[in-house]
């Protein structure tokens, strides 16, 4: 158990630039203390004293602000920064070297039993105010940002942000939101741009056919009204009639 002890204190000190000494870690840090607590709780919880075991962890939680139930299992140098607000459902399992800011919610969906908390892999990182929700799975040394929402599994060393949570950076290569693979983590907001990019795309192509129309019978490459003959291509010039190309068959843009 001393061993235990010193690598939480150094976890905090390797972290944490406000840590200035082993006394400040020891007297001045809740999470560090729900981390303790949760290790008493746990052994209850393991050898059958259920109820002793939730009421020791409710007292941690009014000392603390930090709600860790007993049935939930903790890796190694575990550092919870801050920690007012974290809560870490029964069945969440958190693998060693990672770490949590306020305000954490490690949270189960719907009424079933059994494995329904998430479990963090070794070295993930989760933002302030962040929640991540049901049984999946973040990979190790994955960073969700802070106020996102996670529902879906995320691979190891990836960077998720968003509501709900989306992946912008995996194995250290940024992804262009434009060309997210939406259909994997459905985002309303990504399908937005796409069908932005899309409208543009074709806008583009049809002007650049005008102007090349137009130089080939010498017109101006920006023909006022007026200055061309038939309807249509006034209407062209202007910006309206023909001008906008209809949206393909299917699809559809709201905004």
């Given at each position: 158990?001393?061993?235990?002890?010193?690598?939480?204190?150094?976890?905090?000190?390797?972290?944490?630039?406000?840590?200035?000494?082993?006394?400040?870690?020891?007297?001045?840090?809740?999470?560090?203390?729900?981390?303790?607590?949760?290790?008493?709780?746990?052994?209850?919880?393991?050898?059958?004293?259920?109820?002793?075991?939730?009421?020791?962890?409710?007292?941690?939680?009014?000392?603390?602000?930090?709600e860790i139930h007993p049935g939930a299992r903790i890796?190694?140098?575990?550092?919870?920064?801050?920690?007012?607000?974290?809560?870490?459902?029964?069945?969440?399992?958190?693998?060693?070297?990672?770490?949590?800011?306020?305000?954490?919610?490690?949270?189960?969906?719907?009424?079933?039993?059994?494995?329904?908390?998430?479990?963090?892999?070794?070295?993930?990182?989760?933002?302030?105010?962040?929640?991540?929700?049901?049984?999946?799975?973040?990979?190790?040394?994955?960073?969700?940002?802070?106020?996102?929402?996670?529902?879906?599994?995320?691979?190891?060393?990836?960077?998720?942000?968003?509501?709900?949570?989306?992946?912008?950076?995996?194995?250290?290569?940024?992804?262009?939101?434009?060309?997210?693979?939406?259909?994997?983590?459905?985002?309303?907001?990504?399908?937005?741009?796409?069908?932005?990019?899309?409208?543009?795309?074709?806008?583009?192509?049809?002007?650049?056919?005008?102007?090349?129309?137009?130089?080939?019978?010498?017109?101006?490459?920006?023909?006022?009204?007026?200055?061309?003959?038939?309807?249509?291509?006034?209407?062209?010039a202007a910006g309206g009639g023909d001008a906008t190309?209809?949206?393909?068959?299917?699809?559809?843009?709201?905004?």
């Amino acid at each position: 158990m001393p061993q235990r002890l010193r690598e939480d204190i150094r976890a905090v000190k390797e972290r944490d630039p406000a840590a200035v000494s082993t006394w400040s870690v020891l007297l001045n840090y809740p999470g560090l203390h729900a981390v303790w607590w949760h290790r008493v709780t746990s052994w209850l919880w393991r050898h059958g004293r259920l109820g002793l075991a939730r009421w020791l962890s409710q007292q941690a939680r009014f000392l603390t602000g930090v709600e860790i139930h007993p049935g939930a299992r903790i890796g190694r140098r575990f550092f919870i920064d801050h920690g007012m607000g974290v809560v870490i459902g029964e069945t969440s399992v958190i693998g060693d070297d990672v770490t949590i800011y306020q305000g954490v919610t490690l949270g189960g969906t719907g009424k079933a039993r059994g494995k329904r908390h998430p479990t963090l892999e070794d070295c993930v990182v989760v933002g302030v105010g962040a929640a991540v929700l049901g049984d999946i799975t973040i990979g190790a040394g994955s960073r969700v940002g802070g106020g996102a929402v996670v529902v879906n599994d995320v691979p190891p060393n990836c960077t998720v942000v968003g509501i709900p949570g989306r992946v912008v950076v995996r194995e250290g290569e940024r992804i262009d939101a434009i060309d997210l693979h939406h259909e994997d983590l459905p985002d309303p907001v990504v399908e937005m741009f796409r069908c932005v990019q899309r409208r543009i795309d074709r806008l583009e192509a049809r002007l650049a056919r005008d102007e090349a129309e137009g130089a080939e019978r010498g017109e101006p490459a920006f023909p006022v009204r007026g200055a061309v003959s038939s309807a249509g291509e006034v209407g062209a010039a202007a910006g309206g009639g023909d001008a906008t190309p209809p949206a393909t068959e299917g699809e559809t843009c709201t905004f």
